[in-house]
T-cell receptor, first 112, second 111 residues
Framework: EAQVTQNPRYLITVTGKKLTVTCSQNMNHEYMSWYRQDPGLGLRQIYYSMNVEVTDKGDVPEGYKVSRKEKRNFPLILESPSPNQTSLYFC???????????FGDGTRLSIL | QKEVEQNSGPLSVPEGAIASLNCTYSDRGSQSFFWYRQYSGKSPELIMSIYSNGDKEDGRFTAQLNKASQYVSLLIRDSQPSDSATYLCAVNRGGADGLTFGKGTHLIIQP
């Protein structure tokens, strides 16, 4: 089954404790992206990747890092999480930047 | 400036009627247009893609694109209570930065 898998689905943690949200896709997609979704603000892009070792900032990259060492994986790293990063996070992938994106189930992150 | 605008709603439509959802975008260079449906707490699900001016139909759904007016719409015929959700309009300018999403329209289908 074609899918985008995110882990964990839920996480409650404390300010400053480094965390990584993993994202993996099995569709051989070149393009991957991370979004956060907040009430009243909609979906906002954090980072995207056109291919292995090619990443770029989206609209709200501050406080986040990503890497793309393999085509299927695109982890999101919060090196020093803060409460304003409490949000619902989605990973997505597509065959190209102008193609429809397929979303993972989301990760609900709470930073206390 | 990348902007995609939608009326947040809620838009209330009787069951069996046509629901009409609208979206405008600011970048004339936009090339790809998508409608997603999102149930509360769930991930966005692709409903329609449209790339050229005119109408595109898929079952009960019709997407309409007018690039001159920078306007894209989604019509849902024979609306069902299961269509109640937030509908997200997404636009790609043809660049590498992917999709820009509107904030969504909350649709309620009244039985």
């Amino acid at each position: 089954e074609a899918q985008v898998t995110q882990n964990p689905r839920y996480l409650i943690t404390v300010t400053g404790k480094k965390l990584t949200v993993t994202c993996s896709q099995n569709m051989n997609h070149e393009y991957m992206s991370w979004y956060r979704q907040d009430p009243g603000l909609g979906l906002r892009q954090i980072y995207y990747s056109m291919n292995v070792e090619v990443t770029d900032k989206g609209d709200v990259p501050e406080g986040y890092k990503v890497s793309r060492k393999e085509k299927r994986n695109f982890p999101l790293i919060l090196e020093s999480p803060s409460p304003n990063q409490t949000s619902l996070y989605f990973c997505a992938s597509s065959s190209g930047s102008n193609q429809p994106q397929h979303f993972g189930d989301g990760t609900r992150l709470s930073i206390l | 400036q990348k902007e995609v605008e939608q009326n947040s709603g809620p838009l209330s439509v009787p069951e069996g009627a046509i629901a009409s959802l609208n979206c405008t975008y600011s970048d004339r260079g936009s090339q790809s247009f998508f409608w997603y449906r999102q149930y509360s707490g769930k991930s966005p699900e692709l409903i329609m893609s449209i790339y050229s001016n005119g109408d595109k139909e898929d079952g009960r759904f019709t997407a309409q694109l007018n690039k001159a007016s920078q306007y894209v719409s989604l019509l849902i015929r024979d609306s069902q209570p299961s269509d109640s959700a937030t509908y997200l309009c997404a636009v790609n300018r043809g660049g590498a930065d992917g999709l820009t999403f509107g904030k969504g329209t909350h649709l309620i289908i009244q039985p």
